[in-house]
């Protein structure tokens, strides 16, 4: 809700609310949000980076709806620990 809903908006705002802020504004909260999973290591923050850019394009996409991403992001994570659970991700 912060990276999306607060981040986003307030970045988009700041570079005129067109098109490229938008745009620009997807980037930045995308890099934001890798960044803030930095204890996952660089390909982490890389990975986090571009799944939080998708999340703010799908953001957009659906009329700036913060359930779509917030539903997405859930599915996202429960498939991680499960798939870390039984030994196929990425584990500690």
Do not use: C
Not at 5 to 17: D, H, K, M, T
Not at 28 to 47: R, S
């Amino acid at each position: 809700m912060i990276a999306r809903g607060f981040i986003l908006n307030r970045l988009a705002e700041a570079l005129g609310a067109t098109r490229m802020g938008w745009i620009l504004g997807v980037v930045g909260q995308g890099l934001i949000f890798g960044g803030a999973h930095w204890y996952q290591g660089l390909a982490g923050v890389i990975a986090i980076t571009i799944v939080g850019a998708l999340l703010g394009f799908a953001y957009l996409k659906a009329g700036r709806n913060l359930w779509v991403t917030i539903i997405t992001h859930g599915i996202v994570d429960s498939v991680a620990v499960t798939a870390i659970y039984f030994g196929v991700g990425p584990g500690p």
